[in-house]
């Protein structure tokens, strides 16, 4: 058994998300989904509410657990003690964004290191963009975002526009 980190914004979490959590989690045995502090952007969904919706959409999978982090990714890795990062892929420039950062991360952590998981083809033009845009528009966001925290989300975007 080992322990990965699945790091990102998750503004809000996505059935997309959901796949690389359940498979990363069955892969490494421990995963800890880690919402990332000090990002340049500004969430619609503030930290407290994107750590609990992911806690509520991943309560069934075993092995995972929900926190933040902020500083540098590899230095967060290293105090978990975990041995990579887990990334999903779901298009070519995503893959040459995500070398980029692994190689770097692991320039600081040679300890660490990066998988990548292939998004699945259903989720592949999926991002919290889309739902985000999709939601405040009060548009159905049905098979776009775990079907536990459906409501919440839906409720909160509508209330948006
Ligand atoms: N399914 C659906 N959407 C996905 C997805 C998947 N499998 N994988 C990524 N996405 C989407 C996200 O929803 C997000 O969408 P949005 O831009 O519409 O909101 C987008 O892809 C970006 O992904 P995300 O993982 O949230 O952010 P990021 O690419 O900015 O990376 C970190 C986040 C945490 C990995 C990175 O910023 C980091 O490591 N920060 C720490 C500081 C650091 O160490 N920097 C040095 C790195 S070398």
Redesign the pocket.
């Known amino acids: 058994m080992s322990l990965w980190i699945y790091?990102?914004?998750?503004?809000p979490v996505?059935?997309?998300?959901m796949?690389?959590i359940e498979r990363a989690a069955s892969l490494s045995g421990r995963l800890i989904v880690?919402v990332?502090r000090?990002?340049g952007?500004s969430p619609i969904f503030t930290m407290e509410e994107r750590l609990e919706l992911l806690r509520l959409a991943t309560s069934g999978i075993p092995g995972v657990t929900v926190e933040s982090?902020g500083?540098?990714?590899?230095?967060?890795a290293r105090l978990r003690g975990a041995s990579a990062?887990v990334?999903?892929?779901?298009r070519a420039s995503?893959y040459e964004?995500?070398t980029?950062?692994a190689l770097?991360?692991r320039r600081?952590n040679p300890g660490m290191d990066t998988i990548f998981?292939p998004?699945e083809p259903a989720?592949a033009p999926?991002?919290?963009?889309?739902?985000?845009d999709v939601g405040m528009l009060g548009g159905d966001l049905t098979g776009l975002v775990p079907d536990a925290i459906l409501d919440r989300v839906q409720k909160k975007l509508r209330a948006m526009n």
Do not use: C, K, W
């Open positions: 790091p990102g914004s998750f503004d996505t059935v997309g998300h796949n690389i880690a990332l000090n990002t952007r982090f500083g540098l990714l590899a230095e967060y990062v990334r999903g892929v779901r995503d964004y995500e980029q950062m770097m991360n600081i998981l998004a989720y999926l991002s919290s963009t889309v739902v985000r």
